[in-house]
């Protein structure tokens, strides 16, 4: 007995450093064979019109000379220091000639509790080629309505349990960020949303340089993409009129054709589906993005300005293929043919020997690729080169997260 024992436990030793060995060299290789970023130069891929140019203007295009930008984040828990590495990146697109000064924040009350949405203001000054423009850029942080929810989940990967390192920061990635998105989609969104009108609504009235301006733009990240579109679609006419005025839509990693899914199972190409005896239903217009486009055109073609009501709108919609929580947009996502729908492909991080990228830089690097930024802020023509901006924005999860 005391021999198979030992023969066992011998056995089982020799497993376990083979095990070992095994990993060593799996992770040697893997060092070894270095990283790389596909889309180190992001690639732009036209999705409308067909044939469409791959160029497009940035926010400062839409400033002539001011604009106003509604911009807001993503997943995860978000406050001050997101607005502060936003607006060092743009100052960063913009050049040593640009300059910014603090606008007007305001908080707003949901359910009674104060500061559950935050919209604060900064103005951006360039000055170029002897012009002088300027972005009204409101910063919209919708966080802290979510912190209940996100507590309540803490004890998931705060706990005395034996986790692995990367496992554990999945799981609480996912407490504390896929939770937004849950939350969402459920009893408190059309309270989130209802708090994002009002905040835009006071926006749209601010002067700039003493009136009120004409240009318009919209930047939202992540989950934000989803609200802002279902925020627009559920407006009251009197808003929907002042946001008509948008000409551009950037969208940071796109989630709109995701999260689509829990309004209508319908939304989508009509490849697949089928109706009584088999015969193929039409595609749908359910898509968040698509009624937006739709209520936007019916409240251009009902005022009399001196733009026409099939003027472009340009969409862009940033994705990395490593990223799992964002798509690319197809046109049945968008279903409009006067639209400029464009696709940009970029890569956050490295990705190693073709096997990892680490899903939270993949996600959260979005706001840390100068790239993306410089695309946003001046349009394709000047794409730059991949420059780490704050921390922050890689790290969807950090420690110290305001």
Partial sequence: MKARDYLIGLITTQIQRTRLLLSCVFLLLLVGSGCSRPYSSPQVSVVLPPNGSTRFDGLIDLATPDAKIMWTHGVCRTGYAWVRS???????????SASVTDGPTRSYSVDNVPNRLIAYNKIFRQEADGKSRVLSVYFLVWSSMMDRSRLALRYDWENGYKHASLNRTLKRFFDECLVDAVV??????????SGMQQAIKDAVADPVGGRV???????????????????????????VKH???????????????????????????AEGRSGVGGTQLPDRNSSALARMLVKIRAARSEQLTSRRPDDKITVVAFSDPNDVLS????????????????????SNAPTYAGWLEMPDAAHCGYGGNQQVINMVVTGSADRGETVPGDVLAFSCIPADRE
């Fill in 86 to 96: 936003r607006t060092a990146l743009i100052m960063a697109s913009l050049g040593p």
């Fill in 184 to 193: 969402y989609l459920g009893a408190k969104g059309p309270k989130i949303r």
């Fill in 213 to 239: 301006t004409d240009g318009l733009g919209f930047v939202s990240e992540s989950l934000g993409s989803k609200i802002m579109a279902d925020s627009i679609v559920a407006a009251a006419q009197d808003l």
């Fill in 243 to 269: 946001v008509a005025k948008a000409r551009a839509f950037f969208m940071i990693a796109n989630q709109i054709p995701l999260e689509d899914q829990a309004d209508d199972d319908d939304t989508g190409p």
């Fill in 327 to 346: 798509q690319d947009l197809k046109s049945e996502f968008v279903r409009d043919p006067n639209a400029h729908v464009l696709n940009v492909t970029v």
